[in-house]
Every structure is written in C-alpha cells, then in structure tokens.
C-alpha cells in the first residue's frame, strides 16, 4: 500500500475515532441528564466502568445504524414517505434498545420512551461530527465524493467517457412568477438567486397558455406538448371522466397522449432524471413522479431517491425534527393571522398543517438529496420541482411573510446543489425556472358570498343552498403532497368532484384557481351558445354580468366561438381582420387586453381543444391591484388569466445561448421577443442541451419536416 493510502486510511481511522468519541460523551452527558436512561448497576459503579460502558453502547450503536437501518429502510420502502418518517424515531429508539442489550453484563438501561430522544439526539450529534470533520478535511471530501461517483457509475456499467461535458439541473421553483423572484432577489430574501442574476445568469420572463398551472406547464415543459390540457381539472364527454392533473392516473393518461402526439419520450430521454415532478420527461431515474405512482413492482424506481434519502437516520432524524418544527410553524402563523384580522384569509387547519410541512420539509429534503446524488454520478440531465413555495402562497398569499420564509429556505437548497456541483464528476450548468406564478385576491366566495357552483345553479334555475358551501382548496402542492401521506408520493384531489361523475342533465362546476368549466354531460358535443340558451336562457347572462366575472367562452353556430363579457358585450373569438375591428367596433384583443399580453391568442389556442368545456369562465381581474378571485379556497392563485400567475420565470447561465435567440430553432421569431407557452419553453431547454452535449449529429428527420409542436429527441 501507498504511503497516500496508508495516510487517507489513517485519517478515516481518526475520523471514526473522533466519532466515536464524541459519541460516547454524548452518552454520558445524556445519561447525566435522563433519569430513565442508566449506564451502571443500582450500587452504583466507578466513572472509568461507566464510561466503558457508554463506549460499548455508542460503538453497538453505531455499528447497528451502518449496518442494521439501510436493511430496515429498504424493507420499509412501501411504507408512505410520512408514515416513514413518523416511524423513524421509533425505528432509531429500537436500535438504541438493541445496542444496550449488546453490553456485557447488562449493564446499560433505558425506558423506551427516552429510548427515542437518546437515539435521536446521538444520530444527529455523530452526524454533526462526521460531517464537520470531512469538511475540514477537504481534499477527503473531495475524494470522497468522486470515489461515491466512480462507484455508482460502476455499478451503471459507465465508462466515464462522458464526465468532460458538462450536464444540465433544471430546478423548477413551483409558482414563483418573475416579479416574485425578482423582488426576494432585491430585498435580501435570496442571496444565492441575486448573486447570479447578471453576472452569472440571464433572468428571463415567459408568458404561460391559458391553463397557467403545473399540469399544463410541466407537461408542455417535458414532453413538449400541452395540447387539450384546459385547466388544472376538466370534464371529457367522450369518456365520462373528471381529469385531474395532479391524480396519478390522470397525469399517466396525459403523458402518454403527449408522447402518442410528439412521438418522443420527453426531455429527459438521455441520461436523465426526474425528481418530485408530475410528468417523468422520459427520464429512467424517478423519485416522487406522480405520473408512474400507478405502477407497481421492480420496475417502479419512483421511491429511490426516497429510500437513499432515509437510509441515512441522521437524515431521517432531522427531516422528522424540521416536520415538527413546520407544524408548530404554521400553526403559530395562522393563528397570528387570524388574531390580527388579516384580510383576505382562508381557513389554516385540518389536515393542512401536516400537508404544509410534508411539502415544505419532507418533500424539498428528499428531492434535494435525490438531485445531489444524482450530480455525484455525473448524470446529464436533471429536473426537479421543490412545490414549497407554491403550497404556502395558496393560503398565506404570494407576497406574505410566510412565503417570503420558504423562498429563504429554498434559496438555500439552491446553494447547497450549486455546492455539490463544484464536487460532481463533471461540470454542471444550474437553470433555474418556475411553472406559473401565483396572483392575490379574495376569494369569489369571499368577497360575493356564493361559490361559482352556487351562481351556476342559480341561472339555471336550479336549488342553491341558503347556507354557501365552501368550496375546498384545489392547491396542486397540498394534493400532491396529501396523497404522500399514504404513497410517498402525490395525494389525490379532495375537491369533492368524483372522477366518473353520474351522467344528467346537472351541469358540472369545475374550477382550477380563477379559471372555471362548466360543462354538461347530457350532451355528447360541446354545447353551442344557442344550444345553452334553449335550456337555461338566463346562464350566460347571469354569468357574463356579475361582477366578479372577467369574461366567458362558449361556441356559437352563427358567429364561431365568442368571448362574452359585462354589459352584453359579444365578440367573435376569429382572428382580427386587416383593421383590427370585427364586430361593432371592438376586437377580441382589445376585449382582452386587461389581462395581459396574448390573452386573446392563449383563448383561441384553448378554443380549439377536443375537450374545452360549453362554458369556460375566467373571473375578474384588476390591473391596478393585481388581484383576481379564485373559485377556490386561495388567496394566491393561478390556473386562469389575469396578472403575475401568467408570468414565470427563466434564469439561465450565460454560456447558454438567449432563450429569446431569433437564430435558434424554435426560438420566438425576433430578439427582443416574448417566449410565449410551455411548449416553447420546452423546445428552449431541449436545444440548451444539445448545446451541452456539443456538436451532433442528426440521426431523424429534419426539425423543419416535424409538425408545430413535436418533440425533438436528443442525439
């Protein structure tokens, strides 16, 4: 052996001394401190026989957490991620038990009850200790992580061939729009984020299709087609079915209609993984995918990165810790809120507390650690979506303290992946990007006092109740996260909207943030406007007249499809003729200027979906103040038109081409243009990895012979 090996065993030898050491002391002090935890006989015995005693156990107890709870972890690893994590003080404090046992003469003894925090005190003080060391010595942990890197990618049957190009992380920053970002970057809020932007990284703005939520994004993002994805949930005649983006069978269905139409895998097809997404891109490594949280057995690797993240107790221990330190969090601040009278709000409790910090502890920490484990092997592309900051604004608002706490956090996240990448086997280009923003406002229960259901039935004619229902929170973080509670991976929707609804002639409400479809399944079409006054003459009226109502598409036989707004306004959804004027005076652009750029463009594109509903409703918008009015239960929403809910984001190094580049393939057209639609964010990240990859060779037809839209797998 080498005088370098004999030196780095030496090291590793001190280090688990050290470990040890400081352990056993650990030991002492705790057993000083709890009466229920002994370390000698009832005479009592010497310090030296004491401390030998608490040297065996540390030393019992450390070999059992290395060898013993990686095996107890993996045989647990259908057990519900928080089901797991609940379980881990349990699992530690058995271990503890064990290890007691394992000393000679019986000699240590412990309640089980105090088991728990001996256990968990000691995993995170040995881990505290293991880590601080290896940073200190920083060419070993230099090693350290390259030779963890060697091996796995060993075990993948890799030659290492490709280390000298660098790979790619996509970080999606779930429902932090552009002015958010901006703004936490300016106020101090994310340090790390402000540091890039400009020097390192471009910032750029991009403008979502109508259905401004993640289902539609993420699935235009990855697979490179959104097509017929109208809202967050919606209503199919063909089959009788409520889809749900965030319902695992949903999301399965919706992906394979995006690779049928494509004829593409996704984005993540070479070499990729895809952590805490709805959709898998096409990638093989999965952790947390909703879209194959349906599929069971071997074949099933959307819990890997759950199980690497929990093999390790420390982990385990400190995830568990921050999940009950989140819960008291969010408990303190609701109560706060509502003790100051804070308006708008939204109910806080329940189940959701929970909820909350599985999205903002549990879900952020595994998905985390799955993107570090995969930069240590040197993957080629990587997306992962950290929903934290989108569950608190739903009920805390956009622009709260509340949110403004995670994106803190989140920064921090972010900072230690930039971290890991100076250590991966080959280099790393870090692309940060959002889904969607999130806009404020009361909610149209709030502020009318009748749910949009309720309004619905009143134009038709139909019983409202005297007492208004509330409708429930469809935030797609706290379904996501809710449906872990019993999968690890994402909840199903609790909107109380079955997802094979009986057929009658009862129109079915659905609402997706401040976007709402109204569609009724006695009719095998779409329903035109002539079609929906012979039944219920007083609907459209109703709708297209009440305040909290922005505007309404139905079909028509006469004129196509209109855009109705307030004070009997009609116009044609066809596009504009030479002077902009189409029907008494007014263009549906200028109709729909009030809500932003390409509103009247997004609204045709939606129009022509096989499953856009008889009647899609966006509520109101104020473009002075930003706000809309949810359909839900949010005070930040998104899913409609109407302010920062359609503006995301894009930062991106500057050694990657412009996302707004004329002269790149599926670029917007002009420099200086808007990059409009997830698609086209798609096509953006597809050719930034191509750059990566350096020059290619074609290996399919031309993208100039492909249709609009397809996807481009990688060479």
């Known amino acids: 052996m080498s005088e370098g090996r004999w030196r780095t065993a030496g090291r590793a030898l001190l280090r688990v001394i050290v470990v040890w050491a400081v352990s056993t002391l650990t030991m002492l002090a705790l057993a000083g401190l709890l009466p229920d935890f002994q ?34 972890v993996r045989a647990l690893l259908l057990v519900p991620a928080l089901v797991l994590g609940l379980l881990v003080f349990f699992l530690n404090g058995s271990l503890l038990l064990l290890a007691l046992w394992l000393i000679p003469d019986g000699r240590g003894t412990v309640d089980p009850d105090t088991a728990v925090v001996v256990a968990a005190v000691m995993s995170a003080v040995a881990s505290a200790t293991s880590t601080a060391l290896a940073v200190r010595d920083d060419d070993a942990y230099r090693r350290r992580l390259s030779r963890l890197a060697d091996r796995r990618r060993r075990r993948r049957g890799e030659d290492g061939s490709g280390a000298g190009l660098p790979g790619t992380v996509f970080l999606q920053l779930d429902g932090v729009g552009h002015e958010v970002l901006r703004r936490a970057a300016e106020d101090g809020v994310m340090p790390t984020v402000a ?9 750029t703005r991009w403008r979502t299709d109508w259905s401004s939520q993640t289902g539609a994004s993420q699935l235009g993002i990855l697979h490179g087609s959104n097509h017929d994805v109208p809202a967050f949930r919606w209503y199919e005649k063909d089959s009788g079915r409520v889809m749900v983006t965030n319902r695992p069978a949903s999301a399965a ?17 070479v070499d990729g993984a895809s952590r805490g997404n709805l959709f898998s891109g096409g990638a093989d490594q999965l952790a947390l995918v909703l879209s194959m949280a349906a599929r069971r057995g ?19 221990v400190r995830t568990a810790l921050s999940f009950v330190a989140e819960v008291a969090r969010e408990i303190g601040q609701s109560t706060r809120a509502r003790l100051r009278g804070d308006r ?40 992962a979506d950290l929903v934290a900051y989108d569950e608190v604004a739903h009920h805390s608002g956009p622009h709260s303290r509340d949110a403004s706490q995670v994106l803190e956090r989140l920064d921090r996240s972010i900072a230690l992946i930039a971290k890991v990448a100076e250590h991966a086997p080959r280099g790393y280009r870090i692309v940060l990007l959002s889904d969607h923003g999130q806009s404020p406002g009361e909610t149209f229960e709030g502020v009318y006092g009748l749910t949009l259901k309720d309004l619905v039935r009143a134009g038709c004619g139909l019983p409202v109740s005297r007492r208004a229902r509330r409708s429930k929170s469809g935030a797609e973080a706290r379904d996501t996260a809710g449906d ?15 997802e094979h609804p009986e057929p009658g002639s009862e129109p079915i409400v659905l609402a997706s943030g401040n976007l709402g479809l109204i569609s009724f399944p006695d009719a095998t079409e779409r329903l035109s406007r002539e079609q929906i006054e012979r039944r219920h003459p007083a609907l459209l009226s109703t709708l297209a007249n009440h305040p909290g109502i922005g505007f309404l598409l139905v079909g028509s ?47 045709r594109r939606t129009d022509g979906f096989p499953h856009v509903a008889d009647i899609m409703v966006n509520s109101k918008y104020d473009p002075a103040t930003g706000n809309v009015h949810a359909f839900e239960e949010q005070i930040g929403s998104h899913g409609g038109l109407g302010g920062e809910q359609s503006q995301p984001f894009l930062l991106s190094p500057l ?12 670029a917007p057209g002009a420099a200086g243009a808007e990059l409009v639609g997830a698609e086209r964010v798609h096509r953006v990240l597809r050719r930034w990895l191509r750059e990566c990859q350096g020059p290619q060779v074609p290996i399919g037809p031309p993208a100039a012979a492909r249709p609009e839209g397809t996807g481009q797998g990688l060479p």
């Open 298 to 316: 071997r074949a099933n690797r959307s819990r890997a990165g759950y199980f690497a993240y929990f093999s390790d107790p420390a982990n385990a």
């Open 39 to 72: 370390l000698q006989s009832e005479d009592g015995e010497s310090i030296t026989r004491t401390a030998v005693t608490a040297a065996w156990g540390a030393g019992a107890f450390g070999l059992l957490t290395a060898l013993v709870w990686p095996v107890v």
């Open 195 to 203: 540091g890039w932007i400009g020097t390192t990284h471009r910032l």
């Open 557 to 603: 036989e006469e004129h196509g499809s209109l855009v109705l707004g307030p004070g009997g306004a009609e116009v044609p959804l066809a596009e504009p003729a030479d002077d902009g004027l189409v029907h008494g005076g007014l263009s549906v652009d200028g109709t729909l200027a009030a809500f932003g750029p390409g509103a009247a463009d997004a609204v």
């Open 655 to 666: 050694d990657l081409s412009s996302p707004l580049s004329a002269s790149a393939p599926g």
């Open 484 to 498: 872990a509670l019993r999968s690890a991976l994402h909840r199903r929707l609790a909107d109380g909207a079955d």
């Open 344 to 383: 708008p709000r939204v109910g806080r409790g329940g189940l959701y507390p929970f909820i909350r910090a599985f999205a903002t502890v549990i879900e952020r920490d595994v998905v985390v650690a799955a993107v570090v484990g995969d930069m240590l092997v040197g993957r080629t592309a990587i997306y």
């Open 253 to 269: 269905e919706l992906q394979r209609r995006a690779i049928e139409r494509t004829g593409d895998g996704g984005l993540l097809t």
